[in-house]
């Protein structure tokens, strides 16, 4: 079934330093793919999606671009804050209609 | 408005005990999920719901047992509580059965078992 992989956290930045969180997945056909955030005591939010190959989604800042050819959906960012300090989840549906999750990657942004 | 609320947010609670929580959703979406995420983060889907009909149903114990009334909630209801349950509970909700739109997730119901 359609899966995700996340890069094992914590990633610890200092603050306008350059993000990449890695994810790649394995899936039939070409489906939607997802970053989530999730702050400290809060519930996921999402971030920004792509619906296609080569799509690029972006949201706040962040970015991430459907690459089929590396099966990679990987989450950027140019100059990180301190509040970007979250949890984030790299996601895309199973066959069953419901959306599987990666491991969640921590991020740390230091003053 | 809250567009996915859930109660209570914390439960605190004892081995053996009965307890539900509810999860209400007010963006018209026609499926709703519940999810355990566990200490380490890590997100498993339980069930899922569209229009009052369970859709999905996990490999989870049968002491627990979701309700939808109506398509707007999705109840948890967790018998004979064992520590193994403590975790955060979310709720969520889509619009339809194709997940590609993504979805609305409530903050929680964070259940410790003691």
């Known amino acids: 079934g359609n899966s995700v992989t996340q890069m094992e956290g914590p990633v610890t930045l200092s603050e306008e330093a350059f993000l990449t969180i890695n994810c790649t997945y394995t899936?039939?056909?070409?489906?939607?793919l997802f970053w989530y955030v999730q702050y400290p005591g809060e519930g996921l939010q999402l971030l920004l999606k792509a619906t296609k190959a080569d799509d690029k989604g972006s949201n706040k800042g962040f970015e991430a671009t459907y690459r089929k050819e590396t099966t990679s959906f990987h989450l950027e960012k140019g100059s990180v804050q301190v509040s970007d300090s979250a949890v984030y989840f790299c996601?895309?549906?199973?066959?069953?209609?419901?959306?599987?999750f990666g491991s969640g990657t921590r991020l740390q942004v230091q003053p | 408005d809250t567009a996915v609320s859930q109660t209570p947010k914390y439960l605190v609670t004892q081995m053996g005990n009965d307890k539900s929580i509810k999860c209400e959703q007010n963006l018209g979406h026609d499926t709703m999920y519940w999810y355990k995420q566990d200490s380490k983060k890590f997100l498993k889907i339980m069930f899922s719901?569209?229009?009052?009909?369970?859709?999905i149903n996990e490999t989870v114990p049968n002491r627990f047992s979701p309700k939808s009334p109506d398509k707007a909630h999705l109840n948890l209801h967790i018998n004979s509580l064992e520590l193994g349950d403590s975790a955060v509970y979310f709720c969520a909700s889509s619009q339809g059965q194709d997940s590609g739109y993504g979805y609305t997730f409530g903050s929680g119901t964070r259940l410790t078992v003691v």
């Open positions: 996601a895309l549906p199973t066959g069953r209609r419901a959306l599987t």
């Open positions: 719901y569209n229009n009052k009909e369970l859709i």
């Open positions: 899936a039939t056909g070409y489906p939607s």
